[in-house]
Structures are given as C-alpha cells and as structure tokens.
C-alpha cells in the first residue's frame, strides 16, 4: 500500500469541514486552532488568514448549548469520542446547527498528539425535521425554539438594512 501521498490535497477537497488544534483544554485561548480545511472555511464564511491564535469557540454566540460543548470538553478528558450538535454562528453572525466528531490523535500514546473535529452544517436538515415535527404538533417547544433562533437573526439583518 502506498502511504506516500498528497494528503493535503485529499484534506482541502473533503466535503466536511474540519478543524485540528492543540490539546490544550484550559484557559480563553485553548484550544488553540491549528488548521481548518476549505470546506470549514466555506461553512463558516472565514477567511484563513482570521483563524490564527482562534480557538473554535469563536463560532459560539447566544444559542450555543453550554451543556453540549461541556460535555465535548468531558469526552475528550475521558479519552472519548465527542459527537454532538448545537447552534453555531457564522462570520456574518448567522446561526447554523453544527453537528461534529471531535476526537484525540495520537502519533505516540499516551499523550494526544491533537484533538481533530469532523463538521458539518445539518441546517438544512434540522429545519426539514422540525417542519415535520410542528405538523405533527404545532406546539412543540423544541421545534418553535428553533425557528425562533433563525426568524430572530433574520429579523436583526432586515433591520440593519
Ligand atoms: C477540535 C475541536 C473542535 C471544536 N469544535 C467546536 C465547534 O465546532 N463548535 C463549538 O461550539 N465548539 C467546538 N469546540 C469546543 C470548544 O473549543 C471548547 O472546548 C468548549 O467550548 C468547552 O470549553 P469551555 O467550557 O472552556 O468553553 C471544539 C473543540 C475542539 C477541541
């Protein structure tokens, strides 16, 4: 088997986003991003050059689960795979639901060499998914939470127009 390959390229032309840092957990810079496909930053509307010194928290904002990103932090302190999926924020403020993987690497155990996060915009599918649940029952909590989040970011953009 060949292993010698162009393995950036393979990378940047993955169609999930994804993201590795350093393995650094405590403290307002940590995680410390190191790269993020093409993919990621087409999601998010970043540009490469704006993520140096980041830590993926910049894509958190008032909607972001805490009980969701705490159990990330919990996982990954227990050597486990975290997957899970909250709202997130691109540059342009825009809420976006995004569901990830994050996991440890190891080039040598039994440190983690890096922590790296697999992601993906599962908006589209959400909305389709709480659709169908306010059909069913158009009281339902969750789904009217939902599209309250995107009717508000809407509401704020026709605003500032
Ligand atoms: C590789 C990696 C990717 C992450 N990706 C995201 C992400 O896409 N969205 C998010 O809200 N948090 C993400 N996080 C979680 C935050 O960086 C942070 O660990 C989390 O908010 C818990 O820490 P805190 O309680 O100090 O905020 C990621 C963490 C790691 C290590």
Redesign the pocket.
Known sequence: MQLKFDWLIVLENLRR?I???D?T??G?K??R?IYVNAAWLKMTGYGRDEIANQ???M??GKH?D?S???S??QK?LNREVFHGQ?W?YRKSGEPFV?N?Y?YAIYSERPKPT????E?EDVTELETLRMKQRLLANPNDAEALQFFSVLDEWKAGRKKAA
């Open positions: 986003g993201m590795v840092t393995t957990l405590e307002p940590s995680p991003i830590t993926p928290r894509l958190q972001t805490r969701v990103v705490g990330l932090k990954l909250t997130n995004m990830w994050c890096y922590y790296v996060a992601q």
